[in-house]
């Protein structure tokens, strides 16, 4: 019996032109083009037995179909070993040829002949054509399938047509064979099995035994469901979550939610090849929440479907009961809005000074131990009032006298023009009411007098001429107050601890990563009202992994000062941000020569803002000519240390990919 055939694509050395299987080709270390050291390659065989290391890159080199190199067997008839593999290659001519005359013509048997069951006809993500896009994790420019079909050999689409054909949809094996149709791919890669989160078929890959694969879902899943349900009180639906209504209020004990991470899941185009083998209706996907900028679903639309749903759970929990969310989003936005939206719908959030979290490999509660560096679920638990209990403040309920309004809008506007410097009116206005939650209290306030007490207006023309009003902060408006700088001291001294002792349990890692930092700052109960990430540069340094350390010697504590003192990293900021949102910077924001400019560039290196210190070097508006020449070769090597740091994130990214 054959337990897998591992297929390897074919690709054409581009120096001698001989084609082989990737599986055959070895690896070797090569120069690095910088010159510097050695990287693994895969290289051509025929080549390698010639002296010379010619690289096959699966991007560039000319790639053919897959071919079958590989056969793992079992005996079914007493043989020993019970097991063994043969290539196509082999070196015993006897297996060499077995896999000629009977593995490789079982496949050309089963190749010449018609499936005579149902297999889905769906092109991916029901594209019409092959250059128009669908999601974020597939395109139809880049990927190497079409269509569903494209993932499956025919051995194993043919086995999957019968098995459905002949069990029952309403039966359990039904189920098993459901959770056995992404394994029976070609995503299927030999090392690591299937790439979560995304539509990758590797170069190599393992096709696998359908009814094999099957039988072991239904021994594990059979035992860990022996003794799990007694009785038939049980309810699985699956309607969605913004609609509630065949519940009634105050009638839920707990829910525990785990709503999408923004964007990091594409719960709708990944679930699309299980929907295309259950004949499933695969337009849905209007109804999802989530962040796709393909599709065109915006952060604000996933907060305002996520804001209706957990109105819902709000309405069917009962009073004094508890939801808990599970998240986990290094981006501090995405925590923003879900406080936001928990706080709106009415729930009151949980304060404890440990972080809860749920361990992804054994789904267990733990409390947080600080040395691990393994990306975790959190869990914030939040309640919901009992009759007469007030809940907790919220950003802005339209309630507040007078005062406390105008305190809590004036930095809502600061934030807003802190990120986005030369901002119109109409829109600092929706960043204002976005934030509220009762928002037809409102218009009792004059928006025009409010911003003006923390804005100028400048006036600027467009590309047709016409006049447009952009707002910029005022001098002293967006300038971190001394309790607002003592809450940012207070959760500094709490990181850098968790800094010094990690780094000290870890010797082997130059810093800590954001997401850990990110970790021991969530269960902060007086938070600063800056983001972690908008601040933690002005104490902290970024290390040539991406990660970040705390000072090490008095003087690069006192330079950590002086930046908090005189706002300079502030002011980078809103000038590169101006230029990013492609309008004039304030004239107080940019910098008066090209001396102030290098010394700028300077602080993005040391401080890790490689991004921003790119775009000064290149986009600062005065030329560096007039330095001397050791200043122009300083700027001019942060330039490019900035360059380096950024490939290297990019290089980061990639890989997760």
Not at 105 to 130: G, L
Not at 241 to 266: E, K
Request: aromatic share 10%.
């Amino acid at each position: 019996m054959t337990n897998y055939v591992v297929w390897s694509y074919v690709f054409e050395c581009p120096r001698c032109l001989n084609r082989m299987p990737l599986f055959d080709c070895p690896e070797a270390d090569v120069p690095k083009t910088s010159g510097k050291g050695t990287k693994k390659v895969t290289v051509c065989l025929y080549c390698q037995k010639n002296g010379h290391l010619e690289e096959i890159s699966t991007r560039s080199t000319k790639r053919f179909d897959p071919v079958p190199v590989l056969v793992n067997y079992e005996c079914l008839d007493g043989c020993t070993p019970k097991r063994g593999e043969r290539v196509h290659n082999d070196p015993d001519p006897k297996k060499r040829d077995y896999f000629k005359r009977y593995d490789l013509a079982k496949i050309e048997e089963i190749e010449r002949k018609a499936i005579p069951y149902w297999v889905p006809p769906h092109r991916m993500m029901n594209v019409e054509s092959d250059t128009e896009p669908w999601g974020d994790k597939w395109r139809a420019g880049t990927s190497n399938f079409r269509a569903v079909l494209d993932l499956f050999t025919k051995r194993n689409l043919w086995a999957l047509a019968l098995l459905r054909e002949k069990i029952s949809a309403r039966s359990f094996l039904f189920f098993l064979w459901s959770a056995g149709i992404l394994p029976a791919s070609r995503m299927n890669g030999i090392v690591g099995g299937i790439l979560a989160g995304t539509y990758y078929m590797p170069q190599v890959f393992q096709e696998s035994n359908v009814i094999n694969s099957i039988s072991r879902r239904f021994n594990s899943v059979k035992s860990n469901l022996d003794g799990l349900v007694h009785g038939s009180e049980l309810i699985i639906s699956t309607q969605t979550a913004t609609n509630l209504s065949d519940i009634n209020q105050n009638t839920i004990d707990y829910i525990f939610t785990d709503p999408p991470y923004s964007g990091s899941v594409q719960y709708g185009e990944l679930n699309f090849i299980w929907e295309a083998w259950l004949n499933l209706n695969t337009k849905w996907h209007e109804q999802e929440i989530v962040v796709n900028k393909t599709r065109g679903f915006t952060e604000n639309d996933w907060a305002s479907m996520l804001s209706i749903a957990m109105q819902e759970c709000y309405r069917v929990l009962k009073q004094g009961r508890w939801l808990s969310l599970c998240y986990h989003d290094t981006s501090e936005g995405t925590w923003q809005l879900i406080q936001d939206i928990m706080a709106g719908v009415g729930f009151i959030s949980e304060n404890l000074q440990t972080t809860l979290f749920i361990e992804g490999d054994h789904k267990s509660y733990n409390q947080y131990t600080a040395q691990k560096v393994t990306k975790r679920d959190l869990v914030i638990n939040f309640r919901k009032p009992k009759i007469g209990e007030i809940r907790e403040d919220i950003t802005i309920t339209g309630e507040e006298d007078k005062p406390s309004f105008m305190k809590k809008a004036r930095l809502i506007l600061s934030e807003a023009l802190e990120r986005n410097p030369g901002n119109t009116a109409d829109r600092l206005y929706d960043e204002l009411v976005s934030r509220m939650v009762r928002k037809g209290e409102f218009e009792r306030h004059n928006f025009d007098t409010l911003l003006r007490s923390i804005a100028e207006e400048v006036k600027t023309p467009d590309e047709n001429g016409n006049t447009i009003s952009r707002w910029y902060l005022l001098e002293t408006a967006g300038e971190v107050d001394a309790a607002e700088s003592g809450k940012e001291e207070a959760v500094a001294r709490r990181l850098e601890e968790f800094m010094v002792k990690f780094l000290s349990d870890h010797p082997e890692f130059e810093g800590v990563h954001y997401s850990d930092l990110f970790e021991q700052y969530l269960p902060v109960g007086d938070k600063p009202r800056r983001m972690l990430a908008d601040w933690l540069p002005e104490f902290f340094y970024r290390t040539s992994e991406g990660t970040w350390r705390p000072p090490t010697d008095g003087d690069e504590r006192q330079q950590k000062q002086h930046l908090r003192t005189n706002g300079t990293l502030r002011r980078i900021k809103r000038f590169t941000n101006a230029i990013l949102n492609s309008v004039p910077p304030a004239g107080r924001d940019r910098p008066e020569n090209a001396a102030t400019l290098a010394n700028w560039i300077n602080e993005c290196r040391k401080a890790g803002l490689y991004n921003q210190g790119k775009l000064l070097y290149e986009q600062g508006g005065h030329s560096f000519d007039a330095l001397s020449e050791k200043a122009q070769l300083e700027v001019r090597e942060n330039y490019l240390i900035c360059r380096r740091r950024l490939g290297k994130d990019d290089d980061k990214q990639m890989s997760l990919l």
